[in-house]
């Protein structure tokens, strides 16, 4: 579907220029200079887990859900196949491990030379409430880079808001 090479993207991280599935995860670390904490001047560190799309790696599932504070689902926009799996993954990934539909980002992903219908497919209705944009980084690259960088401050001020709840609990 295109997940390496869009987490490459958005990481800025370097290029791969075969294809390789990957094979369980591949962990990416980096900043991003637009998304601070609190508003505050503190840049943010974030991990984004490119997890390899096989079933074969469930068994790995639960140490990828541990602590994570939101998840990207990226599907290929050109495959209707990848539609039932989707409903999987935010089932796994979002709904069983009790997070926000705000930490949760739909990317219908268009490869090059796909020349893909940029309309909404039809999602059922648990994912029909999610954040869903699509990409791609022939034709304009900056607009998923934006996107991007909203659901990380989106992430972000949900994550705050949790740990500021967590601590008046605490206090009182």
Known sequence: ???????NFLTESSDITEYNPTQGVRILEFENPHVTSNNKSARCEFELWDCGGDSKFESCWPALMKD???V??????D?????KEIEMWYSCFVH???LQDTQCLLIAHHKPGSGGD??????????????LVHSNLEEDPEEIRMEFT???????NSV???RDREEMLIIT
Request: positive net charge; without cysteine; proline residues 8%.
């Open 1 to 7: 579907s295109g997940k390496t090479v869009l987490a």
């Open 68 to 70: 994570a504070h939101g």
């Open 160 to 162: 705050s808001e949790s």
């Open 72 to 77: 990207v689902i990226v599907f290929n926009a």
């Open 150 to 156: 909203k659901y990380l401050k989106s992430v972000v």
């Open 96 to 98: 069983q491990q009790l």
């Open 79 to 83: 495959m209707p196949s990848h539609l």
């Open 118 to 131: 940029m309309g909404n497919p039809s999602l059922s209705p648990p994912l029909s409430k999610l954040k």
